[in-house]
């Protein structure tokens, strides 16, 4: 039978670590300077990479883990060194003195843009360690179909309101204006940082506790 109580413990621990509405200003910043149609694809692209990601986590997790030798606490530290790396471009203006650039040039029509689905937007903005080790949690813990139904469900639902989230996005930041994108851009880089450094910080503790445990 289908836990309805577990749906909604569920739903709220995946909503609050993937963080839709903390994500769509960030797909919209990287998709600035792009045509509206390639704004719909990277959404959908988006959620679909991380969902396919998720929900293989969800099911073979522990066997893919266990069969590569690989714990969480090398995810997190990995994840969190590629998200320095955007964080540091945003703060600095880089892709948005870049994306301005080939704006102007083509307008709205960029014929190469930056495809973001599966970094930074599906891994590890979306399928993070953080959500990752959530779900593989939450899995190994339940107790027959009903259970299993609802942690999915559960999750079938934050990625749909994250899809919403970034359709939205970008209509938002136009009406904010450019200096106040400008702005949140850097804020958002700088967050973004201190979320990646609190991945590896979370990895490196992991790890010297493996060792002197």
């Given at each position: ?9 569920a739903?709220?621990v995946?909503?609050?670590i ?16 792009t045509?509206k149609k ?10 679909a990479?991380?969902?396919g990601i998720?929900?293989?986590f969800?099911?073979f ?9 690989i ?10 060194i ?11 203006e ?7 650039t ?17 970094f ?10 953080g ?10 813990g339940?107790?027959g ?7 999915l ?11 919403l989230?970034f ?8 009406i ?36 002197l445990?």
């Amino acid at each position: 039978m289908f836990n309805y109580e577990l749906f909604m413990s569920a739903f709220a621990v995946l909503f609050v670590i993937i963080d839709p509405p903390g994500c769509a200003p960030i797909f919209a910043t990287l998709t600035q300077g792009t045509s509206k149609k390639h704004q719909r694809v990277m959404a959908f692209k988006s959620v679909a990479v991380a969902a396919g990601i998720l929900f293989i986590f969800a099911f073979f997790g522990e066997q893919i883990f266990t069969a590569l030798h690989i714990d969480f606490d090398a995810l997190r530290i990995a994840g969190g060194i590629m998200l320095f790396i955007i964080a540091l471009q945003m703060v600095f203006e880089q892709r948005t003195e870049h994306r301005e650039t080939r704006a102007e040039e083509a307008l709205e029509e960029i014929e190469n843009p930056e495809d973001i689905s599966v970094f930074p937007m599906g891994i590890p903005m979306i399928a993070g360690p953080g959500t990752i080790a959530s779900l593989l949690l939450m899995m190994s813990g339940s107790q027959g179909v009903g259970d299993q139904m609802a942690i999915l469900a559960a999750l079938s639902a934050v990625l749909f309101i994250s899809l919403l989230a970034f359709l939205v996005a970008g209509w938002l930041m136009k009406i904010m204006g450019k200096t106040f994108t400008n702005v949140l851009t850097r804020v958002l880089g700088f967050l973004l940082a201190a979320l990646a450094t609190q991945f590896v910080i979370d990895g490196v503790k992991g790890v010297m506790a493996g060792l002197l445990g």
